[in-house]
């Protein structure tokens, strides 16, 4: 769950203080239920379900916020994503009319045109290839 939300260069300290507050919660945990055993055991069992309620609730405020921030490595005006996303254009409607995909289009028909050229020149040097060799016996 850290590795996809914590930039790499930073990763290593969050592992670290993750790995310092799981110890120290475990250790204030045992403790106060220690405590607790000594007055009750339901005291024990009310404590403990309600702190895993409470995890319950954390892991879902934690889930909706993460869905809202989508790329946590994008910078603040690269957030749009999908739809909302803006159109990157590098040069201005009026020099280029077209759009993506009918430029596509021509570029796919100026590679089928190459390769149309490259067919027809591979057929004519076979066929003087041919005669040559024909031409000599």
Do not use: C
Not at 85 to 92: A, C, E, F, L, M
């Amino acid at each position: 769950m850290l590795t996809g939300v914590i930039p790499t260069q930073k990763r290593s300290t969050a592992f670290g203080l993750f790995g310092t507050g799981f110890g120290v919660a475990w250790f204030a945990g045992s403790a106060i239920m220690g405590l607790l055993y000594d007055k009750s055991v339901v005291a024990v069992a009310l404590f403990s379900t309600i702190l895993q309620l409470a995890a319950i609730l954390v892991i879902f405020v934690a889930n909706q916020a993460a869905l809202i921030s989508m790329n946590p490595y994008a910078k603040p005006k690269e957030r749009k994503t999908g739809a909302q996303r803006p159109k990157i254009r590098h040069v201005p409607q009026s020099v280029e009319p077209r759009t993506r995909r009918e430029r596509k289009a021509e570029k796919e028909g100026v590679a089928a045109e190459r390769r149309a050229i490259k067919k027809a020149a591979r057929q004519y040097l076979k066929k003087q290839l041919l005669r040559e060799v024909e031409g000599k016996n």
